[in-house]
């Protein structure tokens, strides 16, 4: 499994960005898929899941302004993310086969998300 995430950048406070998760191989097989976010210093935050069927859960600091959506069609899952938060700057990363927002079993690499006050 090879997960890419694109569509990270930088925008200021009250913006927003799309990210996408591009998979190879990609099917309801792999469950659910999950965003994490890293910022420096902090601990790994599971942002976003959503299952195989669809269902969505979001952490509560993203509640409201960021949505997600997949496409097992496109093999794609996208992150809509609006009203960003400087607090929102991290490294955003997608995973598959995410057990919760707390783990996974396939990861891609990071996009950058920065967001200026």
């Known amino acids: 499994v090879q997960l890419q995430a694109s569509g990270g950048g930088l925008v200021q406070a009250g913006g927003s960005l799309r990210l996408s998760c591009a998979a190879s191989?990609?099917?309801?097989?792999?469950?659910?898929i999950a965003w994490f976010r890293q910022a420096p210093g902090k601990e790994r935050e599971g942002v976003s899941i959503?299952?195989?069927?669809?269902?969505?859960d979001y952490a509560s600091s993203v509640k409201g302004r960021f949505t997600i959506s997949r496409d097992n069609v496109k093999n794609t899952v996208n992150l809509q993310m609006n009203s960003l938060e400087p607090e929102d700057t991290a490294v955003y990363s997608c995973?598959?086969?995410?057990?919760?927002?707390?783990?996974?079993?396939?990861w891609g690499q990071g996009t950058q998300v920065t967001v200026s006050s």
């Open positions: 191989g990609f099917a309801s097989d792999y469950g659910s």
């Open positions: 995973a598959a086969s995410a057990r919760g927002r707390s783990s996974a079993d396939y």
């Open positions: 959503i299952s195989s069927g669809g269902t969505t």
